[in-house]
């Protein structure tokens, strides 16, 4: 990555989460896409006008709220929700398919 020179926020923010390992061992027990944690937290950063990133000046406040994101995000927990319920209701058809 070039650290010198500034970049889009969702280039940016695609290589932390596909290389940091503290990331990985946050988001590899999820049901869930990297691909899809990465859109939801790219998003986050757009509501609010970000873009662009400079990686001197703006790495290590970019990397602390991808953190954050990962464990209050609103639409992370309800996207992480649904995706368990879904499994939840396939179990149990599952289960009710081989008892009947």
Not at 27 to 52: C, L
Not at 53 to 72: K, N, R, T
Not at 77 to 98: F, G, M, N, V
Request: charged share 30%.
């Amino acid at each position: 990555m070039k650290y010198f020179q500034k970049m889009s926020v969702d280039q940016f923010i695609t290589q932390i989460i596909q290389d940091d390992r503290d990331i990985s061992k946050i988001i590899d027990t999820w049901n869930m896409e990297k691909e899809e944690i990465t859109q939801i937290v790219i998003e986050h950063f757009k509501e609010f006008g970000i873009f662009m990133v400079a990686p001197m000046e703006h790495a290590q406040l970019i990397y602390d709220q991808i953190h954050f994101q990962l464990h209050h995000s609103p639409k992370l927990r309800a996207r992480l929700s649904k995706i368990q319920s879904d499994i939840e209701k396939a179990k149990a058809k599952h289960t009710r398919h081989e008892a009947g």
